[in-house]
């Protein structure tokens, strides 16, 4: 795409209402475009190779304000490149900041988007507990660990499969649920999740696998509270613990990612917060998971 397709972005906002002169570029999305149309409208345009996720978001977004979720609604979805020589997406604003602290109330947005179990949305993809005993034994035959760290962390791994219903029910996630993903107002309050580019059929711990883990370890018993489900808080950190350990050792084989806002992206960032979660006193029940 041009710079600013100035000619097409004016007749997308006239078309809305919109004057062209209160068009304005928020830069910095991967996967899509993003711009302010006045005080009401936000349109994102799919980059190239990303189309898919914008079609998804068009039919997720629906699903999960049925369910409750506070995110933007759809006003229109144009995947037909007759305007634009791309799909494009606009939602209603939602005038808000990221937030620097993880709002409470995420707890009960998840567990209204959880409570929607696999079936429907024809084409999202399912995802699933991976096998980070492979991981490990890859780190170690490339001499990123110690053969006495691998088998330390195969038999954590282990421990942790005793924990987990691998079986269990696949739910809706958002699947990147981070700061950045996150509109809150002046006091802290959440007002929407956005961006549904990743979401998936997949176990439920999953979408806390992009917070930091003492964000997690708050807000999962307000989640359980507002779950149906007979999972326990320790079975649910245990599955918790599990994707944030395989994400971090997967990580670490990646080449470096420097200038990004996402606190995951430094490649030993996870494990390092792994490290100074069990190194600070957690609360029960993830002082017995180690």
């Known amino acids: 795409m041009p710079p600013y397709p100035e000619a097409e972005l004016a007749a997308i906002a006239k078309q809305h209402g919109v004057d062209p002169d209160q068009i304005r ?3 910095g999305g991967v996967a899509n475009r993003a711009f302010i149309l006045g005080e009401a409208l936000f349109l994102r345009i799919s980059r190239p ?28 979805y144009d995947p037909t490149r007759i305007v634009l020589d791309a799909p494009y997406l606009i939602t ?3 005038h808000g900041t990221e937030p620097t602290t993880t709002p409470q109330s995420l707890a009960h947005q ?8 696999q079936g429907g949305l024809g084409g ?24 006495g760290s691998a088998s330390w962390l195969s038999g954590w791994f282990t421990r942790l499969a005793e924990e987990i219903d691998a079986g ?25 999740l956005i961006d549904w580019g990743d979401a998936a059929w997949a176990p439920p711990a999953m979408d806390f696998a992009k917070l930091p883990l ?49 606190w995951t992206a430094p490649t030993t960032s996870r494990l390092l917060n792994l490290l100074h979660f069990f190194t600070t006193a957690p609360p029960a029940p993830w002082a017995d998971l180690v």
């Not at 999202?124 to 053969?147: C, I, N």
């Not at 990646?254 to 200038?259: E, H, L, S, V």
């Open 49 to 76: 190779g990303y189309e898919a996720d914008l079609h998804k978001e068009s039919v997720v977004v629906p699903a999960a304000r049925a369910a409750g979720v506070l995110t933007p609604e759809i006003i229109t």
């Open 168 to 192: 269990g029910p696949k739910v809706l996630i958002h699947g990147d649920v981070a700061a950045h993903n996150l509109l809150v107002g002046t006091t802290n309050d959440l007002r929407a």
């Open 124 to 147: 999202l993809a399912e995802d699933g507990w991976g096998d980070p005993w492979g991981t490990v034994e890859e780190l170690a035959e490339r001499g990123y660990v110690d053969s």
């Open 110 to 117: 998840l567990a209204a988007l959880h409570h929607l179990q």
């Open 92 to 94: 209603r604003r939602i």
């Open 25 to 27: 570029e928020v830069r």
């Open 214 to 262: 003492t964000d997690v370890a708050s807000l999962l018993p307000e989640y359980l509270a507002h779950t149906d489900s007979p999972t326990t808080e320790h079975e649910l950190a245990a599955a918790v613990l599990w994707f944030h350990l395989s994400w971090a050792l997967s990580k670490l084989q990646a080449a470096p990612w420097p200038n990004q806002r996402h």
